[in-house]
């Protein structure tokens, strides 16, 4: 049973801002499956990069290179987009998954969970997440979360 589903379109300006998404899971649901895809998951023009390197640069190491370490655009290309996935349920923080790929799954029953998250004490419950925009890098991007409550005969037929 799907429990929640959307599609989102963000922007560069979209940086460092959150995104809430509800869901409320049913008492029949023994696992909770989340798949979170976003793309394009880099800006990989040199180019378009330049800019945004040379800021970071400069705001952090004051224009100065790192000892031992080269930073300039070339090397530190592609720029990826950082957004990542937190959830609590029924107020209690249940984890977090800070990951680089655009196309994520993960799954929570009450024996496991993906890494990142506890192992949740129950299913059933109001869910709260958040869809962390910690760094847009490309003009836009195009995200989809969706999340699925299986029950048991779910699990054994498909």
């Not at 029949?28 to 895809?37: D, M, Y």
């Not at 790192?66 to 923080?93: A, E, H």
């Not at 196309?103 to 997440?129: I, M, Y």
Request: proline share 4%.
């Amino acid at each position: 049973m799907i429990l929640f589903e959307n599609e989102y379109e963000w922007k560069r300006e979209d940086s460092k801002t959150d995104v809430r998404f509800c869901f409320a899971c049913p008492e029949e649901a023994v696992e909770l499956r989340i798949t979170f895809a976003f793309e394009p998951d880099a800006l990989r023009d040199e180019d378009a990069c330049a800019p945004m390197i040379t800021e970071a640069i400069e705001k952090y190491y004051g224009g100065k290179e790192r000892d031992g370490q080269k930073m300039t655009v070339s090397s530190m290309c592609p720029l990826k987009n950082l957004i990542t996935l937190s959830l609590s349920r029924d107020g209690k923080y249940v984890g977090n998954a800070h990951r680089w790929s655009g196309n994520q799954a993960h799954v929570l029953t009450r024996r496991k969970a993906s890494p990142g998250f506890a192992v949740p004490e129950q299913l059933a419950g109001q869910w709260e997440g958040m869809i962390h925009l910690h760094a847009v890098c490309t003009e836009t991007c195009r995200g989809k979360l969706k999340v699925e409550g299986r029950t048991a005969d779910e699990m054994v037929s498909g």
